[in-house]
């Protein structure tokens, strides 16, 4: 008797997907309602702060040994390996609220701080396997679309998480809510059985076995030997630091001027755009010429700045945030599809891991100059009788949250100008057509193979 594996790409790819859209919805759900608790149970800010930053860590740290990792070894075996261990520390997680439940033991919030951080190590894992493997299951002319799928099933999680996490938490508390992805970690697993992840070809250099952090090494290396990718690199980390920067201030300016229900509808807005966005995606794949995609998401998203720095007014703000969120999903679509195309699959998980600990080194930048930019600088130039009230208070408005609105208006400024940079630079406007393309059609190359098994 033979074990049955579904090796068709295409099918590969529809069932991992929907596999990941429910891990994905599930994780959001998770981890929402952990930081609720932890907020909840220490009333600290700053408790709740740390819970946040041990869940960023592993994303950076981890990132470059994981893609590694991910070049080294099967990646269909690490992404099972990631969800099994990702729903173990779920398991983990709810014995120690049980225990704490029954009055075994005091359970503090310093004590998730690890199986946070753990989760969050998996699912570097998980991410990079998976991306670096897109490229092997899918056409190259539907690549856009593919990534449009991804990121709409992202959308979806972090949309739909927080809000059925608010119903669900009241219904089955957190430790029903941590059961729930635990199943949502065993649906992946198992799916990921039953399925054979097309492999990347292994050059005769890669039988060699070099050490792990030579090979952490190449994934820059190959970047920096490419002027046209090292751009596309940095007009992306840019743009990402000013999308940290947006998504840390939109709170405190809403609220200067609405109450906490208006803030909430104006995150579905936003989270609409991203859905709405990623649709697109799914269904068009971008231009054929994906850096136009790419600068011209990027513009869109720095005219919905200009809006959103209006006179004070929630219906203005909300269409801003839809708008500026739908960009996200075609930026990070097009560039996906660009370095997909022209990276080695042999090398995609430590390449890929350059760009995700680039991209991520962004949020904690913003946050730690989001603060001095507008208590010390924006805020009191459009206070009342501020340094630039006058001039630009009939424009923006004068008071609370205008200075946040200033700063919006120069990130959208500053959008322009990282786009016009980027077009500016030859190597970065005609890197599709100067780099040469790397992806063949999906083959039968896929592994494992069926092997034989006692009847």
């Not at 709810?94 to 503090?108: P, V």
């Not at 001039?391 to 322009?416: E, F, N, Q, T």
Request: charged letters at 10%.
């Amino acid at each position: 008797m033979y074990q049955r594996v579904i090796t068709h790409p295409p099918a590969v790819f529809g069932l991992t997907w929907f596999a990941q859209l429910v891990s994905s919805l599930g994780s959001a759900l998770a981890g929402f309602s952990v930081m609720v608790h932890v907020y909840r149970s220490s009333d600290s800010i700053t408790e709740y702060s740390l819970a946040s930053f041990f869940s960023f860590l592993p994303m950076v740290l981890i990132s470059p040994v994981a893609g590694a990792v991910v070049d080294r070894w099967d990646r269909r075996r690490i992404m099972m390996l990631a969800d099994v261990g990702a729903g173990l520390t779920m398991l983990l997680m709810w014995l120690m609220l049980m225990a704490d439940g029954a009055g075994l033991w005091a359970l503090r919030s310093w004590h998730l701080y690890l199986p946070i951080a753990v989760c969050s190590a998996a699912g570097t894992f998980r991410a990079l396997a998976y991306s670096a493997s897109t490229a092997l299951m899918v056409p190259k002319q539907h690549l856009g679309r593919a990534n449009g799928l991804i990121e709409l099933a992202l959308g979806i999680g972090q949309l739909g998480g927080p809000a059925l996490a608010g119903l669900l938490v009241v219904r089955i508390g957190l430790q029903g809510v941590l059961l729930i992805n635990l199943g949502s970690f065993f649906l992946s697993a198992l799916v990921l059985l039953c399925v054979g992840f097309p492999q990347p070809a292994r050059s005769a250099a890669h039988a060699v076995r070099a050490s792990l952090l030579e090979q952490v090494a190449v994934g820059w290396g190959f970047i920096q030997k490419r002027p046209g990718l090292l751009g596309l690199l940095t007009c992306i980390a840019v743009a990402n630091l000013f999308v940290s920067l947006v998504t840390v201030l939109i709170t405190p300016m809403v609220l200067s001027f609405a109450d906490a229900a208006t803030l909430g509808w104006i995150a579905s807005c936003s989270g609409m755009g991203v859905l709405m966005g990623a649709l697109l995606m799914s269904v068009w794949g971008g231009p054929r010429r994906r850096i136009l995609g790419v600068l011209g998401f990027e513009l869109l998203a720095g005219l919905a700045l200009f809006a959103a720095a209006l006179p004070a007014s929630a219906t203005v703000v909300a269409g801003a945030a839809f708008v500026f969120m739908f960009t996200t999903p075609g930026v990070m679509g097009c560039s996906q599809s660009i370095w997909q195309s022209k990276v080695p699959s042999e090398l995609q998980g430590r390449v890929f891991a350059v760009r995700r600990m680039i991209a991520l080194s962004t949020p904690p930048v913003a946050a730690l100059v989001s603060g001095p930019l507008a208590d010390g600088l924006f805020e009191p130039w459009m206070a009342q009788g501020g340094a630039l009230s006058g001039r630009l208070g009939p424009m923006l408005g004068v008071g609370p949250g205008r200075g946040i609105a200033l700063l919006y208006l120069v990130l959208g400024v500053l959008c322009a100008v990282n786009v016009l940079v980027a077009w500016l630079s030859p190597r970065v406007r005609n890197v599709e057509l100067e780099l040469p393309d790397v992806l063949r059609e999906p083959t039968a190359s896929v592994g494992p193979q069926p092997t034989p098994t006692s009847a």
